[in-house]
């Protein structure tokens, strides 16, 4: 409930009214034209009323600051609760498989791996030099905070970068059905679609995940739902699961997870970061690019599928 109470206040911050700034006056400050304007002009018809409009203006728009203000710490305790949830989750998780198990190496930050992107849905430009690689789950907190970095590293590199988008799973009960339903959408030539409703439906709109809500989304998009529930339960299952498998063997267990032109880079962070391995990626292929038979288009295959290590050593 209290969810469903900051998704219908929250549209009160998105093109509401401006907090004030440096530039703009406190709704408490003097503002020209407005109610203490009207009240110090020289009294005549109508004077009065428009001075008790603006006091009521002035009013309503405090109101509606701290109405946003209320939403901002309202949303702030939905992300920390998201994510004690999450970690909940990978907790018990863990547990499940057994305390007695070694654990797996994880990837070399300094290595490069051969991340495949075959028939992987993607953003950006087509040949690219920099492919990162985004494998994320919809039920992550943290593949939800990176969707914003992804939007602004498209517009900061453009025709140089490309973002590929690969599920993996790291709780099942929740994520699995949504990743299928992804893929069955993109199996329609609408991968994008489904994906951005499902964040904005079902993750921002109150987590649910079930599989009638996900079918609801994709009728919305005009998909072919008889063919569409068929790939979900089907050729989607079997995808899901082999992704799962290629991307462990290269040393992943958990989203949301980065591999820049096969570079290893985890967890939800700072903008520079991600910025300072694509600025050494853009150089390292400026240097191949044009030599030895490497273009663009041929640059991800011959560099990182050629080269990279194909499992964690």
């Known amino acids: 409930m209290v969810w469903a109470v900051g998704v219908a206040l929250s549209a009160l911050s998105c093109g509401g009214a401006a907090r004030p700034g440096a530039s703009e006056p406190a709704a408490s400050e003097p503002v020209a034209g407005g109610a203490e304007g009207a009240a110090a002009a020289p009294a005549g018809d109508g004077d009065e009323e428009h001075a008790r409009l603006r006091e009521a203006i002035v009013r309503q728009e405090q109101r509606i600051q701290m109405l946003t203000e209320r939403v901002d710490r309202l949303a702030e305790r939905l992300d920390q609760q998201a994510e004690a949830a999450h970690r909940a989750d990978a907790a018990a998780d863990r547990a499940a498989v057994g305390a007695g198990r070694q ?7 300094a290595a490069v791996y051969a991340v495949p992107i075959a028939g992987a849905p993607f953003r950006g430009a087509k040949s690219a030099p920099v492919t990162v690689v985004r494998s994320f789950e919809f039920a992550c907190p943290y593949s939800h905070r990176t969707n914003a970095t992804m939007d602004q590293l498209l517009a900061d590199y453009g025709n140089d970068i490309k973002i590929v ?101 985890s967890g939800a962070r700072p903008i520079e970061q991600f910025k300072e391995i694509i600025e050494q990626e853009l150089a390292l292929a400026k240097e191949r ?25």
């Open 289 to 313: 690019i044009g030599k030895k038979g490497t273009t663009r288009a041929s640059y991800y295959k011959k560099w990182v599928l050629g080269k990279g290590k194909k499992k964690v050593e």
């Open 103 to 109: 654990a797996r190496p994880g990837p070399d930050a």
């Open 165 to 265: 988008y690969r599920d993996f799973v790291v709780h099942p009960r929740h994520a699995t059905v949504p990743a299928r339903a992804a893929c069955a959408a993109r199996r329609q030539g609408k991968y994008f679609q489904m994906h951005d409703l499902i964040w904005t439906r079902a993750w921002e709109g109150g987590r649910d995940f079930s599989a009638e809500h996900m079918e609801r989304l994709a009728g919305e998009l005009g998909l072919d739902m008889k063919r569409w529930r068929k790939d979900l339960d089907g050729a989607c299952a079997d995808e899901l699961r082999a992704g799962q498998e290629e991307l462990t063997r290269l040393g992943q267990s958990g989203t949301p997870t980065f591999w820049i032109n096969g570079r290893y880079l």
